[in-house]
């Protein structure tokens, strides 16, 4: 039977109150051909997550309705390994209740790490695409230590970076560390050019089930997103990582590692979602960007720098070459192609500025 997992914004939440809750689900079940599962219960953000297996959506929402007379913010459909890759299997149960191993409750928040990585060469005319997918090494020595932190691998869909969720916080910022200092050791090896490579890594933390159509799509998004502001060999992680971590560590005293404030997450993803949904228009600009949010050049620019540490230009200039890098992998266009898909009326022109970042040149790699 599919599965669907919801989610209920209550204040005040009481524990007993949710026990008894799914006593009066339970009455009306077998009436739609519902079996809610389990539940995740976040006292201090007033969240409920609900698994449950159900013909359809309609079948979910009438419970509900029937029950308390009303339905859930949302329902998703959710594909069976999916979910069990994002939110673990053979979990401890409290009569129904999702709880952890120290038998607080299970808050529901994921946490996924992004890892971005591609080799270097020295020659500008370098048309070794392998060079910008993957290294063997450094994938290897990610994925030994992934196990170490109850890290779960997720495939990334085309994209040929690296995607690991957690269930907890710490074990999640642990994980980075150590795959930063285990890659800054061996790239101070002159002798192995399997590490002449650049790395950086995004980690976020969020609930499975939003309002947005996608279960732990937010999640994912915000991940992605940090690794690509982050700077060569750094770690930037949003705030809710750093909440929700229990480890005792000084994220200034650590030069590679960037924890984003609330605010200017929430001004970053507008700043994405702007740029992303522009990316493909040759005349998007600055002076656009500075409209589209309403704020003057002036402050767009100290922002911007604040937060990704790169200009307004550079910013929309990386989100386009992300972009290329990606069209480039999929091996199905040209230049002048992938030059307008990203917004730049001239093939020369986009095809310097991918080699100013990637230190390969786009057309080479294309022929």
Known sequence: MPLFMDYHMISDIDI????????????????????YIQFWVNQEAGTIFCLIEAPDKEACEGVHQEAYGNIACNILRVESGFYKLFMGESHQLDDGIVVGKDGGLDNAFRFVLAIDIWGITKAASSHDLSRLIYPDNPKKLIRQIFPSYEGREVKDGNND?????????????????????????????????????TFKMGLGGRQPVTMSDQFIGETIRLARRLCLIANEGEIVASNMVRKLSAMEYNHKSISALKVIKTADEEFLEQLFDITEKNVSNHAFNVEKLCRSIGTSRTQLYRKVTAVTGRSPVAFIRDIRLNRALLLIKENRYNLSEIALEIGYSSPSYFSKCFRDKYRVKASKVID
């Open 161 to 197: 970076g690296i995607l690991c969720v957690f269930t907890q916080a710490e074990e999640a910022m642990g994980c980075a560390l150590e795959i930063q200092k285990e890659i800054l050791k061996r790239k101070e090896s002159p002798e192995d050019d399997s590490w002449n490579i």
């Open 16 to 35: 007993d109150a949710v026990k008894l809750g799914r006593m009066a689900d339970r009455s009306v079940q077998d009436k739609y051909g519902v079996k």
